[in-house]
């Protein structure tokens, strides 16, 4: 049990002392960074839980999807302009938007 408490506590203090964070979830990322186009429908985007908008894009795969949203599309900028998020955070935003879709 102590090696287990010592292990807790290095890895705690890892993460503090490097800015270590657990990715965001996707809806948490959404509701920071994704929300003003994607509730809107700005510049075209496909709005949260409409299913027509996203049944084209969800054919073309999850990889493609995660590309246009890391690199951008169109009037889409890369990461949808959260230079915060981690790849991995945008990849979250993006399922928890295609999970509404379904």
């Not at 948490?28 to 960074?33: I, N, P, Q, S, W």
């Amino acid at each position: 049990m102590k090696k287990m408490t010592l292990l807790l506590a290095v890895v705690s203090l890892m993460s503090a002392s490097t800015g270590f964070a657990a990715d965001r979830s996707g809806e948490v990322v959404f509701k920071a960074a994704c929300t003003v186009c994607h509730t809107a429908g700005l510049m075209n985007a496909p709005k949260l839980g409409d299913k027509a908008a996203w049944k084209a894009r969800i054919a073309q795969g999850m990889p493609m999807l995660y590309d246009h949203a890391l690199k951008g599309i169109r009037t889409m900028p890369a990461k949808g302009t959260c230079t915060a998020c981690t790849d991995k955070e945008i990849k979250n935003g993006v399922d928890y938007m295609v999970s509404k879709a379904k």
